[in-house]
């Protein structure tokens, strides 16, 4: 799977984990919505969550930005719009924040959905608290990729939800 990052700019580069990800050819960062090749684009927004059915696109997108710049239309890239289902962070900044991954999150999480744990492996490999996010994740990440499709992957999501009140998923209008 091709890793592509919109890249923005905006925040700590040096906390950025996808400009870590481009030092390690791990990922390619573009610098315009236009150049950023169309994939699987990773949205918190997006109205549906991503499932083993979307194994068979080559190329996953996040954009990089700021979680203060994110807003709906900074997502507005070529592709196919998913949301993550509820997965927890295990980066130092938004540790143990339900929704709020960071880039290497995102893709290593899509990765593991998809059926590419190795990748997804190779990636958090790069990063000190890397393996805390398998172990933080590990029985929603079996499950959801033991999913048929969205439906599926949702209907698991609701569990922890449930279990988790305050969690809602980003993008998600709480009225
Ligand atoms: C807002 S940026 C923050 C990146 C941070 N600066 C870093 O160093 O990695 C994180 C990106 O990961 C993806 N992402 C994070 N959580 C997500 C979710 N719940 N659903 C879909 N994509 C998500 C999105 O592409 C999002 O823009």
Redesign the pocket.
């Given at each position: 799977m091709e890793l592509h990052v919109r890249y923005e700019g905006d925040?700590d580069p040096e906390?950025?984990?996808?400009r870590k990800l481009a030092r390690f050819d791990l990922a390619e960062l573009h610098r315009s919505a236009r150049e950023t090749p169309p994939g699987i684009v990773?949205?918190?927004f997006a109205d549906r969550a991503l499932s083993p059915a979307d194994a068979d696109h080559t190329a996953l997108v996040?954009?990089?930005?700021?979680?203060e710049s994110?807003e709906k239309t900074a997502f507005e890239l070529q592709g196919t719009p998913r949301?993550?289902p509820f997965l927890v962070a295990a980066n130092p900044v938004n540790y143990g924040q339900p929704?709020?991954?960071?880039?290497?999150e995102?893709f290593a999480g899509a990765l593991c959905i998809l059926g590419e744990r190795e990748h997804a492996e190779r990636l958090l490999s790069k990063f000190r608290w890397g393996h805390t996010f398998l172990e933080l994740n590990e029985e929603p990440l079996a499950r959801y990729a033991a999913c048929a499709d969205s439906e599926a992957v949702v209907k698991i999501q609701e569990e922890y939800l449930d279990a988790e009140p305050e969690a809602t998923p980003?993008g998600s209008d709480p009225s």
């Open positions: 925040d906390k950025c984990s996808a990773l949205n918190p996040a954009l990089d930005c700021s979680w994110a949301a993550l929704f709020q991954l960071n880039t290497v995102a980003a």
